[in-house]
């Protein structure tokens, strides 16, 4: 039997080989654009460390190199997100450059949803509306106390304020021209309960409370990743929850995973396999070189194997864990 300290070190490529899982890049559908670090809100679990004085922010030259990849290698899904992405001054420009480019591309905000009554960003939700983006929003708790513990205080009043002028706008009310799907997250070193059951709990009390609705709930995972990996640390429990997610290791999310078709892209263009491997600078790379998203094409990655470390633990956890959600 492994020690406690052992297990908090067990590899996850050996992991996969004991079970006989193969890891390796499948069909490029989905692009994930980190347009930046800068976000008016420093929470507690953010795995970007994201916050007001972050100065990592992609440029219009950069932008217009991934559009013109795009042009080449268009992909079914565009998931832009931070920071706040919303807070970028060319995130415009890129959402009405990939639409112009291809009108059924499916464009993703990932929003922190006090961007929209953040003063000088009045504009966001009547745009995110205008181009029918798919809005998924961060809201770990449909209680005050638990979203200002980790968001800050004040946050939850004002993510209740955008829900409602988001559902003005026509999200979250089933029409999938607007979807609205919300993102939970522990407010500590526990994995998410069951995302089905946990559902159920936010449409009740966000629409008995504030009239709110939404159309699906994605519970993640935190990963031991920048922030949180520190707040781990501080308060001793790292360890430990390395532990909780290799214990929890569940074979059956592996097929879900979204590295196999998700390539995620940094504010400068360089590209990793997803984007908690961007935070922790394991670039794609063709021998010792770092790759930019304008140096390969969809091809080049196929049947590619996926860089993992530790972390990849937390995606594998319980039901498992991705952008989208549990896997299993």
Sequence with gaps: MQTFQSQAQVDFTETLSRHKIELSRETLDTLQINLGKLCNLTC??????AGPKRKEIMTESTVYKILDWFTKHPTKIV?????????????RTLVDGLISLNSEVKIIDRCNLVILNEPGYEWVGEFLASRNLEVVASMPCYTEDNVNAQRGNGVFDRSISALQELN????????????????????GAWLPPEQSKLEQDYKRELKKHFDISFDRLYALTNLPVSRFASYLRRNGEYDEYMELLV?????STVNGLMCRNTLSVDWTGQIYDCDFNQ???????????????????????????????QHCFGCTAGCGSSCGGTLA
């Design 247 to 251: 214990n929890a290791f569940n074979p």
């Design 279 to 309: 935070m922790l600078r394991l670039h794609i790379k063709d021998g010792t070189e770092k790759l930019s998203l304008w140096g390969i094409t969809p091809e080049d990655l196929a049947e590619r194997a996926i860089q993992t470390a």
């Design 168 to 187: 003005q706008l026509g999200f979250g009310l089933d029409d999938p021209r607007h979807p609205l799907h919300l993102v939970y997250n522990p407010g």
């Design 44 to 49: 507690s679990h953010c795995h970007v460390n």
């Design 79 to 91: 998931d832009l997100t931070g920071g706040a992405p919303e807070m970028n001054p060319h995130f």
